[in-house]
Nanobody, 122 residues
Framework: QVQLVESGGGLVQAGGSLRLSCAAS????????MAWFRQPPGKEREFVGW????????YYVDSVKGRFTISRDNAKNTEYLQMNSVKPEDTAVYYC???????????????WGQGTQVTVSS
């Protein structure tokens, strides 16, 4: 079992920055692909990006490319989502997830955090 806890959400103005963290405990999270998803108000959960177990590879959905950066520190069992140049449409509950596969499908990730709210004001 892997337990994930997100932090760092909050209110930010459009154009600003925010960094989310996802702390893992339990089974070694460094063996897993880590991902971020988000769920905007009234919409379905959507993929944001993933990072490989060794942190050398990342992949992002087009809407966040060039603005968001995923990183991980396996020594600290922590994954990060650096959000720059945020837009009101980035408003959502953000979730971190861990799983064995490189996939955009949320149902294929085994472990989830509880989510953290990010609100971007215009």
């Amino acid at each position: 079992q892997v337990q994930l806890v997100e932090s760092g959400g909050g209110l930010v103005q459009a154009g600003g920055s925010l960094r989310l963290s996802c702390a893992a405990s339990g089974r070694t999270s460094s063996n897993y692909i880590m991902a971020w998803f988000r769920q905007p108000p009234g919409k379905e959960r959507e993929f944001v990006g993933w990072i490989s177990p060794n942190g050398r590879s990342t992949y992002y959905v087009d809407s966040v490319k060039g603005r968001f950066t995923i990183s991980r520190d396996n020594a600290k069992n922590t994954e990060y989502l650096q959000m720059n140049s945020v837009k009101p449409e980035d408003t959502a509950v953000y979730y971190c997830a861990a799983g064995p596969s490189y996939t955009l499908a949320w149902s294929l990730y085994q472990y989830w955090g509880q989510g953290t709210q990010v609100t971007v004001s215009s």
